[in-house]
């Protein structure tokens, strides 16, 4: 292996680089897991979320750097900066509407005499995310898009070379088949998370119903169709999210990658980030309605 330039990238190649690499990878993976399960045992939020969100982060200035770079010389236009800022403004907009969307299914619990207290008869809803796979769908659809390519490299038939290249990134193949795939999974992720008959099962057990549905089976349906109708949309969206990018970069030559799932991952972060702040604010600030003497123990 050799550099463009014709010198070796690797100077002394062979099993010691091999298992140096290996261990290399190995020891900082382990390191950067003991690390976010630190930041998640004492600091706020997921710590290897937070972690992925600051290497994404990260990239911005040069991205913007890149941008004021091309427009100084000439190569992009003040408008088209002033037109991509707006559209990304709007879409990051977008994606935290559509992240914090909810389908709310009003339950109403029938009242429940035990001993000689009343339980029950209070309204509420069941929340159904639009986006409940969040960013699993466009991670399993471009492992596995990335399959044949790979085995493409190995074998050299040559329509296993044809399909390698029609599987190119930014192709209309390529694209289509990777909304395929979002959206099976998005329905597949769903499926497997979320169980519409527990969901009524446990509904009937303690006395709730939907209104106009009777409880059991039909619960069981209704929560179904409610679910796969707005799953579909959630989908879309998903793929809409995905394919930007390809449409930034090959249709206005934008200099940075915009969108896909680097973009799901950092709106996703923040939202749970500043969710979990929120909460922390709130415990605090009730303890303060507490008397003299009936603070929370083990807090400092």
């Known amino acids: ?25 190995t020891a900082g993976t382990a390191f950067i897991m003991w690390l976010g399960e630190q930041i998640t045992e004492r600091g706020i939020g997921n710590g290897i979320s937070l972690i992925i969100f600051a290497g994404i982060v990260a990239r911005m200035p040069s991205a913007i750097g890149n941008t004021f770079r091309l427009m100084k010389t000439g190569e992009m236009g003040a408008f088209l900066v002033l037109v991509m800022g707006v559209s990304m403004v709007v879409v990051v907009g977008i994606i935290i509407f559509m992240e914090r969307g909810q389908r709310r299914i009003p339950v109403q619990y029938a009242k429940r005499i035990v001993g000689r207290k009343m339980y029950g008869g209070q309204s509420t809803h069941l929340p159904l995310k639009i986006n409940t796979a969040g960013v699993i769908p466009p991670i399993f659809a ?29 192709g209309v193949v390529y694209n289509l088949v990777y909304v395929g795939f979002i959206i099976f999974f998005c329905y597949f992720y769903t499926a497997v998370t979320f169980n519409p008959v527990d969901v009524a099962d446990n509904m009937k057990k303690y006395g709730g119903y939907i209104p106009g549905i009777r409880p059991g089976k039909r619960t069981a349906d209704y929560i179904d169709k409610v679910l796969t109708r707005i799953t579909f949309g959630g989908a879309l969206y998903v793929s809409a999210v995905c394919v930007l990018p390809t449409i930034l970069i090959a249709r206005f030559n934008v200099p940075f990658y915009f969108g896909g799932t680097a973009l799901l991952i950092v709106v996703g972060v923040a939202i749970d980030t500043i969710s979990q702040m929120e909460s922390h604010m709130l415990a605090r600030h009730y303890e303060g309605f507490m008397k003299k003497g009936g603070a929370i123990k083990g807090r400092r």
């Open 1 to 25: 292996m050799s550099a463009p330039g014709g010198a070796p990238v690797v100077a002394y190649p062979g099993w010691g680089f091999r298992l140096m690499t290996v261990l290399t990878l």
């Open 142 to 170: 471009s492992s596995i898009i990335m399959f044949p390519a790979t085995i493409a490299n190995f074998i050299k038939v040559p329509w296993m070379q044809s399909i390698a290249q029609a599987m190119t990134p930014g």
